[in-house]
């Protein structure tokens, strides 16, 4: 069914819980994955460079050697957040690479949450090409 899956990925619990799912709409289709990490600029970015081995796109590209070693045709791509944001530089890539569904993890903050720590999956929902799949924190499998 899905030819092409954007999984938007941060290396969070969060992001990660969304796994056995993204494995199985790949497996089902024989579809490309394309693991996206949208870095974030300014100061935070910085600090994520300077944590050497446990960045966010190291972590990632074990994540992709696991999903390739299970069969699945798995590739990282981390690209940089302008003016945009995070939301935008996903939905880019998802247009660029003509995906069929963006998947991600939902860290389910609430309304207060949204509001203080802004919802990059919300401006998501509102710029994406194509169907973007949540999978809530609190889905057990």
């Given at each position: 069914m899905f030819k092409?899956?954007?999984?938007?990925?941060?290396?969070?619990?969060?992001?990660?819980?969304?796994m056995p799912l993204v494995k199985e709409l790949a497996t089902d289709g024989g579809a490309k994955l394309v693991v996206v990490y949208a870095?974030?600029?300014?100061v935070l970015g910085k600090l994520f460079v300077e944590k050497g081995d446990q960045t966010p796109?190291?972590?990632?590209?074990?994540?992709?050697?696991?999903?390739?070693?299970?069969?699945?045709?798995?590739?990282?791509?981390?690209?940089?957040?302008?003016?945009?944001?995070?939301?935008?530089a996903i939905a880019d890539v998802a247009r660029r690479i003509g995906a069929d569904l963006i998947v991600a993890g939902n860290a389910g903050h609430g309304?207060?949450?949204?509001?203080?720590?802004?919802?990059?999956?919300g401006r998501l929902l509102h710029?994406?090409?194509?169907?973007?799949?949540?999978?809530?924190?609190?889905?057990?499998?």
């Open positions: 092409k899956i954007v999984w938007a990925n941060d290396s969070s619990w969060q992001a990660q819980h969304a870095q974030e600029g300014g796109p190291k972590l990632l590209s074990h994540t992709v050697e696991e999903l390739q070693r299970a069969g699945l045709d798995a590739e990282l791509m981390v690209v940089g957040s302008g003016a945009g944001g995070q939301s935008q309304a207060v949450g949204g509001v203080v720590f802004g919802s990059i999956l710029l994406a090409p194509c169907p973007v799949l949540t999978v809530p924190a609190t889905v057990t499998g």
